[in-house]
């Protein structure tokens, strides 16, 4: 399941000719919120959030580089948090939408979701998560395992997208949130489950590729 929300400002949008210009530097306020069964209302514990802030620019207005990746856990009660950051120099050429950040939550057995920001500016040099102090739901994944191991496939790949096949080693940046992915797709695999991707060949290719660290090195225990 990807849940993606995204406002209709147009200045979320970068700057046309005689518009304000992006900020020379970018900070970002604390994030806060809890995660909740959108079925029992409970908290979930365990669940790995990550945020991240992508830097665009270029003629079609791509991704250029990550100006800031963390990742985390929630708690016994559900809660997360993201301390504030920068300020960070903007690389020139680039800026950050006003939907920026996004969150990404993950947890076993739930369909993943990923937010963008509810609203924002090009403009705005500190930025805020809008949905900060909220609740955040997730929907208990019921299909069976083959459906399961599609659905981690898919979210795999777009991580590979996003992370991984830039040249770069950001990816080493969320160890949390993809360890978890990784311990998904391999606890599918050793079930017989082959739909599960095998990502030490997928994501491990591409670190080796670029001179990254081993996904093992990063990911710490990965059973």
């Known amino acids: 399941m990807f849940t993606m929300i995204l406002a209709g400002c147009p200045s979320q949008w970068p700057p046309l000719l005689g518009e304000p ?24 514990s ?17 991704h ?19 301390p504030a950051w ?18 990404i939550f993950f947890a076993p057995r739930y369909h993943y979701s990923q937010l963008a920001n509810e609203r924002g500016s090009y403009t705005d040099s500190l930025r805020r998560w809008y949905g900060s102090g909220k609740d955040f739901t997730m929907v208990p994944f019921r299909g069976s395992d083959k459906e399961y191991a599609t659905e981690i496939e898919t979210l795999a790949a777009d991580q590979y997208d996003r992370f991984f096949s ?41 670190a080796r590729k670029h001179s990254c660290h081993a996904l093992s090195d990063v990911f710490g225990d990965m059973s």
């Not at 806060?32 to 908290?43: K, L, N």
């Not at 365990?46 to 791509?62: N, P």
């Not at 960070?88 to 920026?100: A, F, N």
């Not at 599960?196 to 491990?204: H, V």
Request: charged letters at 25%.
């Open 86 to 103: 920068g300020p960070i120099r903007r690389p020139h050429g680039t800026t950050l939408y006003g939907q920026q950040p996004w969150l």
């Open 46 to 62: 365990g669940v790995v959030v990550a945020v991240t802030w992508d830097l665009r620019g270029g003629f079609h207005g791509g």
């Open 166 to 206: 830039f040249g770069t080693c950001d990816w080493e940046k969320l160890p949390r949130f993809l360890r978890a992915i990784y311990r998904e797709a391999e606890g599918l695999r050793r079930k017989g489950i082959l739909e599960a991707p095998e990502l030490n060949g997928f994501w491990g290719a591409a």
């Open 21 to 44: 210009p992006s900020p020379s530097k970018y900070s970002g306020e604390e994030i806060r919120g809890r995660v909740v069964d959108q079925e029992t209302g409970g908290p979930l």
């Open 64 to 82: 250029i580089k990550w100006l800031h990746l963390a990742d985390t856990v929630t708690d016994a009660k559900g809660e997360f948090y993201f």
